[in-house]
């Protein structure tokens, strides 16, 4: 495996992480706002939840296009 292909694989699991990371959040803030008797705790988990589906939308495909290999001319 050359160094080039270790470090597409590091990048591929990073961007696969960051799903995982804002899965768990998405589900924590529905756990939140399900278990919670007053509006704050709805609010509060409300919010995380939209905030870990915005991380799981927006951050993986920008790594990835950070990261894409520049055209040959």
């Keep these: 495996m050359t160094e080039a292909d270790r470090l597409a694989q590091k990048r591929y699991y990073m961007i696969v992480g960051v799903n995982l990371v804002a ?15 007053n509006w704050e705790g709805s609010i509060l988990g409300g919010a995380i939840l939209l905030s870990a589906l915005y991380l799981m939308a927006v951050v993986p495909r920008a790594m990835a296009r950070r990261w894409r290999t520049p055209e040959q001319p």
């Design 23 to 37: 899965t768990a959040g998405a589900v924590l803030g529905l756990l939140i706002a399900g278990r919670s008797n």
